[in-house]
C-alpha cells in the first residue's frame, strides 16, 4: 500500500478508536452513541441469529433490481436519445435541471397511487437513478471518435456490429461512470424511502428501533448498511478510477 | 429558426408531460393524482394561506441555515484540503465515498445528537452540502496554476493578499459549481429531514397530507418545491456560465 | 578582468541548488556551482540545452528558490528567500490573471504597493502603450492571443520600474517571427528602461542576438562553460542576424553546447537510480 494509503488508514482508525474511547470513557452518553465495538458485536449477534435475514433479501433485491432496470432502461434510452439529436436538444434543459430538483419528494405521491408495497420504492429508485445513466451513456457515444464510425464503413461493418465491437468498447469508461452513479443513486434512494415509509426492509427496521430506543438494534443496523454500501461503493470508485486513465490518455 | 423550433420542441415536451399525467390520474384516481389543471387552480388558492406560509418559512429558516453550515465548513476544508497536498491526498477518496453513502442511515444518530428541533434538520442539511462544496472547492484550489503563485511572489503580495486577490478568483468559476451543487443536496437534506421526523416544514407537510390523503396539496407542494429548485439551480447557472467565460 | 564592485548589480557566488529525492530517490544537482557577477545595465542571456537548470537559476537569483549553498546578492544586499523590491520576473508559462481586464493586470502590482491613484493611471497607461496594447486596456486575456498575454505579464512588470528584469524563456511559445520581433521589443525596452536584464532562453540566435553577454550553461547540473562577450552597440535591433559576427557567435556558442546537448538528451531517457 502506498504512503498516503497507509495514512489514510491510520486516520479512520485513529477515528474509529477515538470514537470508542469516548463512548467507552462516557464522554459520549450511550444514549447517544454506543461503542464501535458494542456495535460490531450486536451486528455479528443480529446476523447469527438470522433475525434480519428477510429484510436484507428485501432491501438488497430491492436495491439490485433498481441498478439493473436504471442501467439496462438509461443505456436504452441513451441511445435512442443519441440518435435522435433534436430530441435530444429538446430533453436538454430537463436533463440539466434533474438533479438539481429534490426528485424524491414524489415518493409519497407514489405510495398514494401505487400504494405501500415495493412498486413505489423501485419506482423512485430507477427515476433516481436512470437519468444518470442516460446522461453518461449520452457523454460516452458523444466521445467516441468520429473516425471509428467512418473505419467501420470503410470495412462495411452493420449498425450493430458497429455498436457492439467499436462504439460501446469506445464509450465504455464513460458508461461505467453511469454505472458508478447508478448504484450510489440506487443505494440512496431505496434506503430513503424505506426509511421514510415501507412496511418492510432494512430501513424501516432502522426508522423502527429508533422509536423503540433500541440503540443496540439501530447502530447494528446502520454499521451493516455503511459496510455494504461502503464496500460496493468503493470497489467501483477504484475501478473508476482506473478506467479514467483510458479517458484522459486517449487523446494524446 | 433554431429558436422558434426549441421553443415548440419545450411545448411539446410539456404537453406531452401534462398528457401523461392526466391519464395517470384517470386510472389512480383523484384521491392518489389529481388532475393536472385541478392541480393548478388548488395551487393558486393554496399559496396565500398561512398554513403554507408558515410551513414554507419553517423549511426556508432550517434550509437558509444548513446552506450557511454547509458553504462555511465545506469551503474550509475544500481550502485546507486543495492547499495542503498530503491532506487532499488522503482525505479526497475518505470524502467521495461518503459522498456516494446513503447518509439517511445516519439521520437518527443526527437526531439522537441534536434532538428533534430545528437543529437536527440542519444538521442533516448541511451534512449533505458540505461533501459537493469541499470536493469541488479542493479541485478547483489544485487546478490553479503553480506560475500564478510565482507571480504573486514577484509582485510583493502578502500570504492575505495572495489569497484574497489571485487564489480566489483564480479558483472562483469551480468553487460556484460546488456552490450550486451544495444548494441542490443541502435543500435535499432538509427536506428528507422533514418528511422523517418533523411536525413544521414542506416536507413534513406532504407527509401528512399522504396519511391524510389531500393529494392535491400533496402534489402542489411538490411542484412549488420543484419549481424553486429548478429557478435557483437556473440562476446559479447563469452566474456560473459568467464565472466560466472570464476563464 | 576585475569589474569595480560598485558596477556589479547582482552577483552568485559558488551558487548550487540541490533538490531533495522524493520518496526513495536520490537528491537530484540541479544547478551549480555558480559563479556570475551581473553588471548594471548590461543584457546578459543564459543558454542552454532543456533541463540544464536555467530556470532554476533564475528563480534562485529571483528570490524565489533558496540556494542549497552560496550566496546571491542584488544591489549589496543579500537575497533568500523572498524576491527583492526591484527585481521583476516574467515567467515562461502565461501567468496573466483571466478574471482581470488587460488594463487591471498591469495596475495589479502597483494597487497592492500604495501608490497613489493618478500615478498608477499614469504608469499603467505608458506601459500599454509602449508594449503596444493600448487599444486592448478593456480586453480579458483570453481574448488575446499568446503573445499578446505574454505582453501583458510584462507591463505588468513595468509599472513596478523594476532596476533588474528576469526573463525566462518569455517566448519560448511563440512562433519564430513573432519572437524576433518581441526580441526587438525587449531590446527597447532595455534601453528605455536602463534596467538590467537577464534572459533565459534555449535559441541560441536569440542570445546572441539580444545579448551583451551570453553565458553558456552546461547539462545539468548547470554550470557557466563559457561566457561570451558579444560586442554589440546599445542601439541595435533584429538585423544585426545579418552581420558576420552573428554567425561566429552562434557558432561558438553551438560549439560549447553541441556536447551538452547531446548529453541532455541522454539524461532524459535515464532514471535517476542510473549514473548520478
Request: net charge positive; hydrophobic share 55%; aromatic share 8%.
Amino acid at each position: 500500500m502506498t504512503r498516503v494509503g497507509l495514512i489514510r488508514l491510520a486516520v479512520i482508525v485513529a477515528m474509529i478508536g477515538a470514537l470508542e474511547l469516548a463512548c467507552q470513557t462516557g464522554l459520549i452518553r450511550h444514549q447517544t452513541i454506543i461503542p464501535p465495538s458494542e456495535m460490531a458485536t450486536s451486528l455479528y449477534a443480529l446476523l447469527a441469529s438470522g433475525a434480519i435475514n428477510a429484510d436484507i433479501e428485501r432491501t438488497l433485491g430491492i436495491i439490485v433490481i433498481v441498478i439493473a432496470v436504471s442501467i439496462v432502461l438509461g443505456f436504452a434510452l441513451g441511445l435512442v436519445i443519441h440518435a435522435l439529436p433534436r430530441l435530444r436538444e429538446a430533453l436538454d434543459p430537463l436533463f440539466a435541471t434533474y438533479y438539481a430538483v429534490p426528485i424524491f419528494i414524489f415518493y409519497p405521491v407514489l405510495i398514494a397511487i401505487f400504494g405501500l408495497s415495493p412498486i413505489p420504492i423501485v419506482l423512485i429508485g430507477v427515476a433516481t437513478a436512470v437519468v444518470a445513466m442516460i446522461i453518461a451513456t449520452l457523454n460516452g457515444l458523444d466521445r467516441v471518435p468520429r473516425v471509428l464510425t467512418k473505419v467501420a464503413r470503410v470495412h462495411r461493418l452493420d449498425a450493430v456490429t458497429t455498436a457492439m465491437t467499436l462504439q460501446l468498447p469506445a464509450a465504455a469508461p464513460y458508461l461505467f461512470t453511469g454505472v458508478k452513479l447508478s448504484v450510489s443513486y440506487g443505494f440512496i434512494a431505496v434506503i430513503a424511502a424505506e426509511f421514510i415509509l415501507s412496511p418492510a426492509g432494512l430501513g424501516r427496521d432502522i426508522a423502527d428501533a429508533y422509536s423503540d430506543f433500541n440503540n443496540r438494534r439501530m447502530y447494528a443496523l446502520i454499521l451493516f448498511l455503511l459496510i455494504i454500501a461502503t464496500v460496493v461503493n468503493t470497489v467501483l470508485h477504484v475501478l473508476d478510477v482506473r478506467w479514467a486513465e483510458r479517458r484522459a490518455g486517449g487523446r494524446t | 429558426m433554431t429558436a422558434t423550433r426549441r421553443a415548440t420542441d419545450t411545448l411539446i415536451i410539456a404537453a406531452v408531460v401534462l398528457v401523461v399525467w392526466k391519464i395517470l390520474h384517470e386510472i389512480a384516481g383523484s384521491t392518489a393524482l389529481p388532475a393536472p389543471l385541478a392541480t393548478m387552480a388548488y395551487l393558486v388558492h393554496m399559496v396565500p394561506t398561512a398554513r403554507f406560509a408558515d410551513n414554507a418559512a419553517a423549511t426556508l429558516q432550517a434550509f437558509g441555515l444548513a446552506l450557511l453550515l454547509a458553504y462555511g465548513i465545506g469551503l474550509a476544508i475544500g481550502v485546507w484540503m486543495g492547499a495542503h497536498r498530503l491532506s487532499g491526498a488522503v482525505g479526497e477518496p475518505i470524502l467521495v465515498v461518503i459522498y456516494s453513502l446513503p447518509k439517511i442511515t445516519l439521520y437518527p444518530v443526527v437526531l439522537l445528537i441534536f434532538g428533534l428541533g430545528i437543529s437536527g434538520k440542519v444538521a442533516f442539511g448541511a451534512m449533505h452540502g458540505i461533501l459537493p462544496v469541499a470536493l469541488l472547492t479542493m479541485g478547483a484550489i489544485r487546478a490553479i496554476p503553480q506560475v500564478y503563485l510565482r507571480a504573486a511572489r514577484t509582485l510583493h503580495l502578502s500570504p492575505w493578499q495572495t489569497i484574497t486577490t489571485v487564489l480566489l478568483p483564480a479558483a472562483l468559476p469551480e468553487v460556484f459549481t460546488g456552490l450550486r451543487i451544495g444548494f441542490t443536496v443541502t435543500l435535499l437534506g432538509v427536506l428528507l429531514g422533514e418528511m422523517f421526523a418533523s411536525k413544521l416544514g414542506l416536507g413534513s407537510m406532504i407527509m401528512s397530507d399522504m396519511s391524510l390523503a389531500q393529494s392535491e396539496d400533496m402534489v402542489t407542494v411538490a411542484i412549488i418545491l420543484f419549481v424553486f429548485a429548478a429557478c435557483a439551480n437556473a440562476l446559479l447557472l447563469w452566474i456560473e456560465h459568467r464565472l466560466h467565460r472570464r476563464v | 578582468m576585475n569589474a569595480v564592485p560598485r558596477d556589479i548589480h547582482a552577483q552568485l557566488s559558488a551558487v548550487t541548488r540541490v533538490f531533495p529525492g522524493a520518496g526513495n530517490q536520490p537528491p537530484v544537482d540541479a544547478l551549480g556551482p555558480i559563479d556570475l557577477d551581473l553588471r548594471k545595465a548590461e543584457f546578459f542571456a543564459v543558454v542552454g540545452p532543456s533541463g540544464c537548470g536555467k530556470s532554476t537559476f533564475l528563480e534562485v537569483l529571483a528570490g524565489l528558490q533558496r540556494p542549497t549553498a552560496g550566496t546571491v546578492t542584488f544591489e549589496g544586499k543579500p537575497v533568500s528567500g523572498e524576491v527583492a523590491e526591484g527585481i521583476g520576473v516574467v515567467f515562461q508559462e502565461d501567468a496573466s490573471f483571466p478574471w482581470l481586464t488587460v488594463w487591471d493586470n498591469a495596475a495589479f502590482g502597483l494597487r497592492r504597493s500604495g501608490v497613489a491613484e493618478a500615478e498608477i493611471r499614469r504608469r499603467v497607461d505608458d506601459a500599454l502603450a509602449f508594449m503596444g496594447l493600448k487599444g486592448f486596456a478593456r480586453a480579458y486575456p483570453s481574448q488575446l492571443s499568446g503573445g499578446m498575454r505574454q505582453r501583458v505579464c510584462i507591463s505588468r512588470t513595468l509599472v513596478l520600474q523594476p532596476r533588474l528584469i528576469l526573463l525566462d524563456e518569455p517566448f519560448g511559445a511563440l512562433d519564430a517571427q513573432t519572437r524576433l520581433l518581441m526580441g526587438d521589443e525587449v531590446l527597447r525596452l532595455w534601453r528605455s528602461t536602463g534596467a538590467t536584464v537577464l534572459l533565459i532562453t534555449h535559441a541560441l540566435d536569440e542570445a546572441a542576438m539580444l545579448a551583451d553577454r551570453v553565458g553558456a550553461m552546461s547539462a545539468r547540473p548547470g554550470r557557466f562553460i563559457e561566457i561570451i562577450d558579444t560586442g554589440w552597440p546599445r542601439e541595435r535591433d533584429s538585423k544585426i542576424v545579418a552581420e558576420p559576427a552573428f554567425g561566429e557567435i552562434t557558432g561558438r556558442l553551438w560549439d560549447r553546447l553541441r556536447g551538452e546537448s547531446l548529453k541532455a538528451l541522454g539524461h532524459a531517457g535515464m532514471t535517476t537510480t542510473a549514473a548520478g
